[in-house]
C-alpha cells in the first residue's frame, strides 16, 4: 500500500493504532504517529531507528523490497526459514512457501543483528587480544632464537680459533649445519608470524562486516550476516624451539681425524602445536530471559538450619554446604534429587565456599586453618596454606585457574587472588587510584568470573557487585535498583553467571534475584516465591540452582532457547 493512502485507506499508527499514521521507521518497518515516536526510540537499539516523514516515500520505496520482479517490488515484512528469504504477501499467496515456517521479519532483524553484537564483543574482548598476544609471543620467541643461535655461532667460532688452521674446513662445516638449523627454525616462527598477521587481518575484515551489519538497515545485509568465529578459534601455542647445543672435543696429537666437536642435534625441534580456546568463550546459542521463571524442582538439603553453597558438576550432581562441617552430595532426578552422601571435612571445620577445579574435583576453602583443599577419590589434599590471609569463597576459571576473595587475619584488608596451581598469578586490591575495592570483614563475599573474563565479587558490606576487568581495572560497581519487590535495602549475598555474560545475583532481604548484563544493565528480577536466597550456581543448559537460607534447593528455568537455528 501507497503510505500516502486517501482517506478511503486510511493507516493507523501500528502503536497506539488510533492515530493517523505520520512517520515511518525504516529500521523496523513500523508506522507511527507523532506522540508515539519517542516510545518507539526505546525500543530496540537506542540510536538504530531511521524515521521518515509519510510523505516523503515515494510509492514503492523501501529497503526491504521483494526481490522477484513480477511482485511489482512488494515490501517484505516476512521470512521463510526454510528458503533463508524475505517474502511478501505474494509470495505466501503463490503456494512456493507452503508448509514452510514463515516468520516476522523484524525477528530475523533482531536476532541477527544481536548474534553481529555478540560477534564483535566476543571478537573484540577476547579472539583479537588472543592473537595480538600470540603474535607477540612468536616475535619475542623469533628474537629469543636468533640471540641464541648468535652465541652457538660465537662459541663454535672461539672454539674453532684454538684449534690448527688445517681443521678450519670442519668449523665451517658445521657453522653450515648451525645456519641450517637456524634457517629452518627463523623460517618456521616467520610462517607462524605471517600466518597469524594474516588471521588478524581477517579478524579486522570480520570486525568490519560486523559493524556493517550493525550499521546498515538493509535487510540484504543483515540477514546475509553469518558468525565466523569458528574460524579464529583455534589458536598456535607458543612455537617449541630448543637450540642445538655445541659440544667441544679436544684433538689429541695422535688423532688423524681431528674431532673437532658437534651440535647436539638430539633436542632440537621445531613443532607448531594448535589448542582450542575455551568452548565456553564462542560457542554460547543466543538465549532470551523468559517472561515468567518457572521453578522445575525443589530439593530439600541436609543442611535445614542454612544452605549458603551450591556447585554443580554436570547436569546430574550438585554439591552443597551449609553450618558445619560437612559437604553434601545429591543426584539430580527427573522428580527432583536423591541425598547421594556427605563427607567432612579433613579439619571438622565448616568448608568456607566450594567449587570445582577444571577435572571436576571438588575444591573447598577452609577459613580457620587457613587453607584450599582438594577432595579426590575420597581424600583430601591442601592446595595451598596462606599466611596471615583467610581464605573465604572461591570460583574455577575457563582456563582452570582458582580464583580467591580473602580477608587478612587482623581483617584490616580484602583482596582476591589467581592462582594456577599452587602459584600465585596475580593479586586485586586496589584500584587505580590507590583505595581499597573490597571492605574488610569476615564474611561471606562470593566471586565468580564472567563468560567475558570479568571477575564479579559480591561485597556484602558495601551492598554492591564490583566487577573487575581480568587485568582488575574496575568497569561498574552495581548497588541495586531503586524499585524492589519488597522495597527493602539491596542485599546481595550470592552470585553466579551464565552463557550469555549476565550476572545473577541473589538479594536475601527482597527474596529475589537480580540480573543484570556484563555491562552493569539490570535486566529483570526472578521473583518466583523464592526464601532467603543465598548461594547460586547455573549448569551447562543455564538452569539456575539456588540455595535458600533455610535448607531447600531451587532449580529454575529463566532462559529461553536460542530462538532461530
Known sequence: MDFRSSAQEAVYCNLCETALVQIHCDTCLTNLCTACVGEHMMMGEPTGHQFVRIQSIRPGQHPNKCLISTHSGKRCDLFCKQCQTQVCSSCIASGSHSDHKIMEIQQIIEFRKKKAANDKRLINSLILPSYVTMAQQLQNELDHIERKHEEVVREIVKHGELKHLDINKTVNILKAEADDFRNIQVRTLQQEITAIDGKISSIGEV???????????????????????????????????????????MISETEQEAMFGSLSVEDVQTEVVYTEMPAALYSSPLKELMEEPEIISTIQSCHSACLHSVVCRGNDMVFTTGND?????????????????RARTESGNKPWDITLDKDGHLVYTDGDKQTINLKKNDKTQTLLTLDNWKPLNVCNTLYGDLLVIMDSCDQKQARVVRYSGSSEKQSIQFDENGKRLFHSYSGHKYIAENRNLDICVIDCQAGAVVVLDQGGKLPFRYTGQMTVPKNRLFCPLGLTTDSQCQILISDISNDCIDVIDQDGQFLRYIDC????????????????????????LRKIRYLENERLP
Not at 546475509?224 to 607458543?238: A, D, V, W
Not at 562441617?325 to 552422601?341: A, D, P
Request: aromatic share 8%; with cysteine.
Open 207 to 249: 570486525i568490519a562486516n560486523a559493524k556493517n551489519v550493525l550499521d546498515s538497515q538493509s535487510l540484504i545485509v543483515v540477514s546475509s550476516y553469518e558468525s565466523r568465529c569458528q574460524e579464529f578459534k583455534m589458536l598456535p601455542q607458543t612455537v617449541n624451539v630448543k637450540v642445538p647445543q655445541f659440544k667441544p672435543r
Open 325 to 341: 562441617c560437612t559437604i553434601e552430595s545429591i543426584r539430580l532426578t527427573e522428580k527432583g534429587g536423591s541425598k547421594l552422601q
Open 529 to 552: 516465591g523464592l526464601k532467603c536466597p543465598w548461594g547460586l550456581c547455573t549448569d551447562k543448559n543455564d538452569y539456575l540452582f539456588v540455595a535458600e537460607k533455610g535448607g531447600t
